[in-house]
């Protein structure tokens, strides 16, 4: 069938024929949160020695975005299900752009992490609607696995593309460029989705916002990312942990209490009751801790260790985000056939494998022998398991509250990344403790944290095949969604 014969044929079907134009839009999207947030961390240095921020601010610089992103996600999808979605996500693109401009343009530390934490705000908005869109855009079935591969795939290439961009730009233009290349794109991205999008909302909900849920929940999400972030830091039985983990669990409890006395809450605990969407949110956060911790081994033993540059360093990463590609759209063609555990699984056992291959770098060893084959593994269950994932977290949700449930899927992926980074640092920084008198030390560090991202995947592949199931038993499948016409 030609385009011609089939923009007809989707217009009939209820299918907006714009469909494909719109997810490379939306795909973009999620590059470009992706991108900004690898290409900062390589111009820390460089931002850090100009503006001469301290090491505690420079890490703030970070910790800034990771707070209000993390934080602000569920409020984020929730609005762009009450406020319509393709609104929020001008709304956060419209953000994004001025706060790239704003962190080029930063004089000092203190308008940076300004900059920094209305960023992580743009892309709570930004990356929950821009799937809650796809998803509302997709019906469940085919199209909409392809839509989660591109999705998928996308994201694995945004890291690499952030490695190799960020040490060319700055050693050419300087830091400054690592932000105003952001400019263009959101420019080309605003114009483009008044055109490409539809406008969805929950128009069967009162557009009130659950003002209390919002504030307790947003609360405690911020508190358990910042406690990750500063566990490695202050040590995980430090007053200073325990007493802000004991904090976190006050604020669940109180949301759970807010959330079942709220006529309309802002997180319905009904959704807690899908098999599907508990399972696909936890094993999404334990891929996120696979692929966020083996990333702090893998940087520091090649910058560290073997003395790459930047741009040395991200060509070696880069067959892992072609494995990714390849292992996503290899996952949406067998997805229907072979039902969402089966590929989840798969997906996890990569990434286990993967980071078990790695566990043998090693100063004199070879590239091709010790981390090629492992970066491959792992990539192929980093573009596969995602696209599982991401459809058992989706799957038979609600339209009202697809922009929530997006926003549940990108918290876990959130959260579960900064799980990964704590943990995984933890082992590294004490066994680089010492490495003075002991310089084997160091290597330990890597294999036990790789050894940390194993039992990850081993936890990870046990929930999956216990949630990512039929409430009767048996292997969750897709189920194909009664198609309506989409609201405007």
């Given amino acids: 069938m030609n385009l011609a014969q089939a923009a007809p044929t989707a217009v009939a079907s209820g299918l907006d024929p714009r469909r494909w134009k719109a997810l490379i839009l939306l795909c973009t999207a999620n590059f470009m ?3 900004d947030a690898q290409i900062v961390i390589m111009g820390l240095p460089s931002i850090s020695a100009d503006l001469k921020l301290t090491p505690v601010m420079g890490q703030w610089a970070l910790s800034a975005n990771l707070l209000t992103f ?5 409020l984020g999808g929730r609005a762009a299900d009450l406020l319509g979605r393709r609104k929020v996500f001008i709304i956060g693109t419209a953000l994004f752009l001025l706060v790239s401009v704003l962190s080029g343009l930063a004089w000092n530390g203190e308008v940076l992490l300004v900059a920094r934490s209305l960023h992580g705000v743009s892309a709570a908005l930004m990356a929950p609607t821009a799937l809650s869109i796809l998803t509302n855009t997709f019906p469940e079935g085919r199209e ?12 694995s290439i945004g890291a690499t593309v952030g490695l190799l961009l960020g040490g060319t730009l700055i050693d050419w233009l300087g830091w400054q460029s690592i932000f105003f290349v952001n400019v263009p794109v959101a420019l080309v991205m605003l114009v483009l989705a008044p055109v490409l999008l539809r406008e969805s909302k929950d128009s069967g909900t009162r557009r009130t916002f659950d003002l209390a849920g919002a504030v307790v929940s947003t609360a405690a999400l911020g508190l358990l990312v910042y406690v990750l972030v500063e566990a490695p830091t202050r040590g995980w039985v430090s007053l200073h942990t325990i007493g802000l983990g004991a904090v976190f669990l006050v604020l669940v409890a109180l949301t759970v209490v807010i959330e079942k ?11 807690f009751r899908s098999p599907s969407l508990v399972g696909g949110n936890l094993v999404t956060g334990i891929a996120a801790a696979l692929a966020f911790g083996m990333s702090v081994v893998i940087s520091q033993f090649s910058l ?3 003395h790459y540059s930047a741009l040395e360093f991200g060509l070696s990463q880069s067959a892992m985000p072609i494995a990714a590609v390849i292992g996503a759209f290899l996952a949406q063609a067998v997805l229907n056939r072979i039902g969402i555990r089966v590929v989840a699984v798969i997906g996890v056992v990569l990434l286990g494998a993967g980071c078990f291959v790695l566990t043998g770098i090693s100063p004199t060893g070879s590239y091709w022998a010790d981390v090629f084959p492992g970066l491959i593994l792992f990539g192929l269950g980093l573009g596969g398991g995602p696209v599982a994932l991401a459809a058992a977290a989706l799957n038979g949700i609600a339209k009202r509250d697809t922009g929530l449930a997006s926003g549940l899927n990108t918290a876990a992926f959130q959260v579960g990344g900064a799980i990964g980074v704590a943990v995984v640092s933890t082992i ?3 066994h680089m403790a010492r490495a003075a008198t002991d310089p084997a030390a160091i290597m330990d560090g890597f294999t036990g ?7 990850f995947a081993a936890v990870g592949l046990v929930l999956a095949v216990a949630l990512l199931r ?3 038993g048996g292997a969750l499948q897709i189920v194909p969604e009664q198609r309506t016409p989409s609201a405007h």
Avoid: D, E, Q, T
């Fill in 33 to 35: 949160v992706i991108l």
């Fill in 261 to 271: 006395r709220s006529a309309a809450p802002l997180v319905p605990l009904r959704l």
């Fill in 428 to 430: 590294v920084a004490a």
């Fill in 70 to 74: 993390g934080g602000l996600l569920l």
């Fill in 304 to 306: 560290g260790v073997l």
């Fill in 449 to 455: 944290g790789l050894v940390a991202c194993v039992v």
């Fill in 144 to 155: 909409r696995n392809k839509a989660f591969a591109m999705w998928s795939g996308i994201a």
């Fill in 470 to 472: 039929k409430r009767g």
